[in-house]
Nanobody, 120 residues
Framework: QVQLVESGGGLVQAGGSLRLSCAAS????????MGWYRQAPGKQRELVAT???????NYADSVKGRFTISRDNAKNLMYLRMNSLKPEDTAVYYC??????????????WGQGTQVTVSS
C-alpha cells in the first residue's frame, strides 16, 4: 500500500509563504499524476493543483499566480510552494495521486493532511 504523508504547514501572516511537502512510501511519482487538495472548516474539500507524470500542471483559479506545484520523482516527493498567502487559504492541505499519467480524480485514502493557518 502506498502511504502519503503531508508536512510543512504552519501559522503564517497574510502575504507570507510556505512550502508543503508530500512524501510517498514507495515510488509512484514517476508514473502517477499527483494533486493537492484543501479543506477549510465547514467547506467541501477542493482541488488546488495537479501535476501529471510528465510535469504538466493545473491550478484552481483562486491560487493561480500564487501557488506552484512541483515533483521530485527521484525522491518520491511532491511540493506545493504557496506565496502571497491570504486568510482564505487557511485549510488542511492533503495530497493524493491518480493511477494514470494525467489527473482524473483522487485514488488514495485521505491522510492526516497538514494545517495551514494564515492570519490577517
Amino acid at each position: 500500500q502506498v502511504q502519503l504523508v503531508e508536512s510543512g504547514g504552519g501559522l503564517v501572516q497574510a502575504g507570507g509563504s510556505l512550502r508543503l511537502s508530500c512524501a510517498a512510501s514507495r515510488t509512484i511519482f514517476n508514473i502517477y499524476a499527483m494533486g493537492w487538495y484543501r479543506q477549510a472548516p465547514g467547506k467541501q474539500r477542493e482541488l488546488v493543483a495537479t501535476i501529471g507524470s510528465g510535469g504538466s500542471t493545473n491550478y484552481a483559479d483562486s491560487v493561480k499566480g500564487r501557488f506552484t506545484i512541483s515533483r521530485d520523482n527521484a525522491k518520491n516527493l511532491m511540493y506545493l510552494r504557496m506565496n502571497s498567502l491570504k486568510p482564505e487559504d487557511t485549510a488542511v492541505y492533503y495530497c493524493n495521486y491518480d493511477y494514470g499519467p494525467l489527473w482524473v480524480g483522487p485514488r488514495a485514502y485521505w491522510g492526516q493532511g497538514t494545517q495551514v493557518t494564515v492570519s490577517s
